[in-house]
């Protein structure tokens, strides 16, 4: 299920991330607060179909980053991508008992009928499909939680992207607080450019200059 991934984007938002950093964790969470119930229904049946007591989940895309994946699970000044190695995630998870991990399936109405129990967790609505998303499921013969943690090396984290809705000055505070968190580790952690590319904006800048020189 691991096949032909190059990254893993987690889009959230930064007390989140700070709680990431500082208890070196991974955290899966109830889905049955999920605000999608189509997804809801798919793990519960999952989660009856195996009689497991609690079932939690953590959903990534293996996808280049969209102003969806910001809009929907990173908005506002709080938000932020942490880019993770799958090599070293898979390797984390592989370790760790009733984790099972892989690629959402996306399908249309017209397409439901009976499915195998081990498919049912990666079951996701066609329309979402450009969200190419990741899903990694835990469950436990334990009583239903809030949440699910999983103990990790912060070198699992390849990157870090704050919001671009996030003023520079207080970019540079946070980038301070973050590097302090993911010591000893040297991470970037970098200001998105989303909303306010610098090569985007100067290109168009100098072929109107140019434009512009040549009428005179």
Not at 132 to 141: F, M, P, V
């Amino acid at each position: 299920m691991s096949e032909n991934l190059i990254k893993l984007n987690r889009f959230t938002t930064i007390p989140f991330l700070i709680d990431m950093l500082e208890r070196k964790k991974l955290t899966l969470l109830n889905p049955g607060f999920w605000e999608d119930f189509n997804d809801r229904e798919t793990v519960e049946a999952y989660k009856s179909r195996i009689n497991a007591n609690g079932i939690y989940a953590l959903c990534l895309t293996y996808g280049t980053g969209s102003i969806h994946h910001w809009n929907a699970f990173a908005n506002g000044t709080s938000g932020c991508c942490i880019e993770l190695s799958p090599e070293k995630i898979f390797g984390v998870l592989s370790k760790t008992q009733g984790v099972i991990h892989g690629k959402a399936v996306y399908m249309g109405i017209k397409n439901l009928s009976d499915f195998k129990t081990e498919q049912l967790p990666y079951f996701k609505r066609l329309p979402f499909k450009t969200e190419k998303e990741y899903r990694i499921i835990a469950t436990s013969d334990n009583p239903q939680q809030a949440a699910f943690d999983i103990d990790i090396d912060l070198n699992v984290i390849r990157r870090i992207t704050l919001s671009n809705k996030l003023p520079k000055p207080v970019f540079k505070s946070l980038k301070i607080i973050l590097s302090s968190l993911l010591s000893p580790h040297k991470i970037p952690i970098l200001h998105s450019t989303l909303f306010s590319n610098q090569i985007w904006i100067s290109h168009f800048k100098g072929v109107e200059k140019a434009k512009q020189s040549k009428s005179q």
